[in-house]
């Protein structure tokens, strides 16, 4: 399969990009030695090779869960611009003001 300047053109035209003509130029043959690689990495010979979804075997580092104290509601609210007893008071964003 190769990539044709109509090709090309329409990858262009579905992208919303404009090319000049030496762009275009460009693109089919950049497109094209992509392709030519590609079809040379399939043609080698993968059948005793183990599938991967990582090329470096990672491990999740998970640590146990703590129970900490949280911070006092007065020590929340310390900084907040506007509060209502043991609240942040926020301005309303649902519904008519």
Do not use: C, W
Not at 28 to 45: C, G, K
Not at 88 to 97: A, H, L, N, Q, S
């Amino acid at each position: 399969m190769s990539v044709t300047r109509k090709d090309v053109e329409h990858i262009a035209k579905l992208a919303k990009l404009e090319f000049t003509e030496e762009e275009k130029e460009t693109f089919t043959h950049q497109l094209n030695d992509i392709l030519a690689y590609m079809e040379q990495l399939n043609r080698l010979d993968t059948e005793k090779v183990e599938p991967l979804s990582h090329v470096i075997e990672l491990s999740n580092v998970f640590r146990e869960d703590e129970v900490k104290r949280g911070l006092k509601t007065e020590e929340a609210l310390k900084n907040a611009p506007s509060k209502n007893e043991k609240f942040f008071k926020v301005p309303k964003v649902i519904g008519d003001t």
